[in-house]
């Protein structure tokens, strides 16, 4: 079946924007996680959705940063008032049980912010 | 603080050569472990996982790596090196239990010359 997806593959955004970022998992998947790979530090965990339980947050770098899973499906991270240091990469992934089950990742959206 | 490190940034190698790329992980017990392969403009696709058993892992693209307790070492060999196994590898793991989000290493670009 279909990988993760993710659009758009590239976003050009000015300073001081909101930005949103889609994440479509594998189809039955319950987990999904988002990373943040930027120079300097690396791939970095965000966030994490399992089925219907609270999201565990504890990686999101400020309170600019937001996400939320519809349905228990598709993702959203929403960064307001973008910033330049939040020109990254960001990778969603999914998994089947969010138990210590591999992560499928997907393609990863290129954030610039001018 | 559970950390991974990828002590090689680049490894440049001659296409036939074997190849070793590092990996040490801190962290308070035996986590899962994994290592991913990311070639450029892709998502991380994953080369093999460690979760127990035998301490020597297979994994795709002829790749193996071998868990060694004592050292808190993971790390990935292959015997004799394609052009096209020219990526970034990276090493991560992920805690026996709770949301089991990925710490990663830096990652290490490999170069492989004809």
């Known amino acids: 079946g279909a990988g993760v997806s993710q659009s758009p593959s590239n976003k050009v955004t000015e300073k001081g924007k909101d930005v949103e970022l889609r994440c479509d998992p594998i189809?039955?998947?319950?987990?999904l996680y988002w990373y943040r790979q930027s120079l300097g530090q690396g791939l970095e965990f965000l966030i994490y959705?399992?089925?219907?339980?609270?999201?565990?947050k504890s990686g999101l770098p400020s309170d600019r940063f937001s996400a939320e899973r519809t349905g228990g499906s598709v993702s959203t991270l929403t960064i307001q008032r973008t910033q330049q240091e939040d020109s990254a990469v960001y990778l969603c992934?999914?998994?089947?049980?969010?138990?210590?089950?591999?992560?499928?990742f997907g393609p990863g959206t290129r954030l610039t912010v001018l | 603080a559970q950390s991974v490190t990828q002590p090689d940034i680049h490894i440049t190698v001659s296409e036939g050569a074997s190849l070793e790329l590092r990996c040490n992980y801190s962290?308070?017990?035996?986590?899962?472990l994994f290592w991913y392969v990311q070639s450029p403009g892709q998502g991380l696709q994953l080369l093999l996982k460690?979760?127990?058993?035998?301490?020597l892992v297979q994994g795709i693209k002829g790749f193996e790596a071998e868990f060694k307790r004592s050292q808190s070492s993971f790390n990935l060999r292959k015997p004799s090196v394609h052009w096209s196994d020219a990526a970034e590898y990276f090493c991560?793991?992920?805690?026996?239990?709770?949301?089991?989000?990925?710490?990663f290493g830096t990652g290490t670009r490999l170069k492989v010359l004809a």
């Open positions: 189809s039955g998947h319950t987990a």
């Open positions: 991560a793991v992920a805690p026996t239990s709770g949301t089991y989000k990925y710490i």
């Open positions: 959705f399992q089925g219907n339980s609270a999201p565990d």
């Open positions: 992934a999914s998994s089947g049980s969010g138990g210590p089950d591999t992560q499928y």
């Open positions: 460690y979760f127990s058993g035998d301490t």
């Open positions: 962290y308070g017990a035996t986590p899962y």
